[in-house]
């Protein structure tokens, strides 16, 4: 069965890179450009992992992975912060995300934290 993951990106390009590397390696994915629709999606289906975006027009990403990861249907999914801010990393290690990307990213990378964060659940 094809994991599903979660994007929350507000930059439709970012967006789009990221659908078009994650759906070449086989992965289900949701996407949502605010944290309104993402929380719409999730009463659906609830994905194997989640990529926030810090920056949006509804919302904090570092707030959203506080919420999910204090929350008893979601604190078990692995979720990975993104940010261009440089201040954003130190801010979210408050929330305890699982991992944290930098923008600009590489793209091999992302993959690769991506397969570590849904290898690692698939074993628990």
Not at 56 to 63: A, F, K, M, R, V
């Amino acid at each position: 069965m094809k994991k599903r993951i979660h994007i929350l990106e507000d930059d439709k390009d970012i967006g789009y890179i990221i659908e078009f590397l994650l759906k070449d390696e086989g992965y289900d994915l949701q996407l949502s450009s605010t944290f309104k629709e993402m929380k719409k999606k999730l009463k659906d289906s609830i994905p194997d992992l989640f990529i926030l975006d810090v920056m949006l027009p509804d919302g904090n990403g570092i707030e959203i992975c506080h919420d999910l990861k204090n929350d008893i249907f979601t604190k078990h999914i692995p979720v990975i912060v993104m940010s261009a801010n440089i201040r954003s990393k130190q801010m979210s290690e408050m929330a305890a995300p699982d991992d944290y990307i930098s923008k600009p990213f590489d793209l091999d990378d992302i993959e690769n934290r991506i397969k570590r964060l849904i290898d690692k659940k698939a074993v628990s």
